[in-house]
T-cell receptor
């Protein structure tokens, strides 16, 4: 079945370390997105990519980096520059044009700084 | 920039009753889509219903309906015959068709269904 796979489900990071969150999709979607969700709050856009080898900053890109070398993959690196990385991270994808179904989401990665 | 507002942080509803979750939006664009997602405690986002700005009829999907009032810029979600499994966070989101595919989300409403 087609879908989006995020791994790991839970991730613990020591302060000062970089960590990479994986996001893979087999839906043949052109666009992919990373969102951050803090407890009891909505989703905020970190980065998005409309096409391979191209990506743009969202509203809260500072302290994060991404790459889009393959259509299927859009990994997110949380760098040591991100001062408050503890959050729930959701990856999503969509087809290139306006879709009535919006996004397909992964199941998320919960990152905790220890 | 577009903005989505959900003014109800939390709501209770009795099982089998209907409930309305509010959503207002702000945009000067004419072409846009409005979405509702459900997020259970497990964290995944489940698509519920969609309304296009040019759709003349309110969208319905099973027990979900969207009360779309374009002039008031509101897109409220109505859940009929609430079930215990409806307890979750609900997010309203908007996509501007002339500004890429990004969804902008509201802050969410936590719905709790009482037995």
């Amino acid at each position: 079945d087609g879908g989006i796979t995020q791994s790991p489900k839970y991730l613990f990071r020591k302060e000062g370390q970089n960590v990479t969150l994986s996001c893979e999709q087999n839906l043949n979607h052109d666009a992919m997105y990373w969102y951050r969700q803090d407890p009891g709050q909505g989703l905020r856009l970190i980065y998005y990519s409309q096409i391979v080898n191209d990506f743009q900053k969202g509203d809260i890109a500072e302290g994060y980096s991404v790459s889009r070398e393959k259509k299927e993959s859009f990994p997110l690196t949380v760098t040591s520059a991100q001062k408050n990385p503890t959050a729930f991270y959701l990856c999503a994808s969509s087809i290139g044009d306006a879709s009535v179904y919006g996004y397909t989401f992964g199941s998320g990665t919960r990152l905790t700084v220890v | 920039a577009q903005k989505i507002t959900q003014t109800q942080p939390g709501m209770f509803v009795q099982e089998k009753e209907a409930v309305t979750l509010d959503c207002t939006y702000d945009t000067s664009d004419q072409s846009y889509g409005l979405f509702w997602y459900k997020q259970p405690s497990s964290g995944e986002m489940i698509f519920l219903i969609y309304q296009g700005s040019y759709d003349e009829q309110n969208a319905t999907e099973g027990r979900y309906s969207l009360n779309f009032q374009k002039a008031r810029k509101s897109a409220n979600l109505v859940i009929s015959a609430s079930q215990l499994g409806d307890s979750a966070m609900y997010f309203c989101a908007m996509r501007l068709f002339n500004a890429g595919n990004m969804l902008t989300f509201g802050g969410g409403t936590r719905l709790m269904v009482k037995p």
